[in-house]
């Protein structure tokens, strides 16, 4: 069992740049495939970057070259990194970690990301 906290989420104009963290605890991230998704009103949740910490790294075309997702074994935290925000990055972001990738089983309880035009 992991338990995973967001925070850093925000309202930023168009541009812009903003850091989300995802503290975890109970267990070591070092175990899991890591990942954040996003679901804004109306729409399916989907998946914006996912990591194994091997190297491998996910993102879709959407947000490919602006977002990045960032592992810190010290301090068991993930990040994700997001600039050149557009209004269409408007959701909910999600930290999420499983043991298979594309497979998560452990959800933080979302932070909103407001980007204005």
């Known amino acids: 069992q992991v338990q995973l906290v967001e925070s850093g989420g925000g309202l930023v104009q168009a541009g812009g740049s903003l850091r989300l963290s995802c503290a975890a605890s109970g267990r070591n991230i070092t175990i899991y495939t890591t990942s954040w998704y996003r679901q804004a009103p109306g729409l399916e949740r989907e998946l914006v970057a996912e990591?194994?910490?091997?190297?491998?790294?996910n993102y879709p075309d959407s947000v490919k070259g602006r977002f990045t997702i960032i592992r810190d074994k010290a301090t068991n935290t993930v990040y994700l990194q997001m600039n050149n925000l557009r209004p269409e990055d408007t959701a909910v972001y999600y930290c999420?970690?499983?043991?298979?990738?594309?497979?998560?089983?452990?959800w933080g309880q979302g932070t909103q990301v407001s980007v204005s035009s």
């Open positions: 990591s194994t910490g091997n190297g491998y790294t």
């Open positions: 999420a970690a499983g043991v298979r990738v594309g497979t998560p089983r452990y």
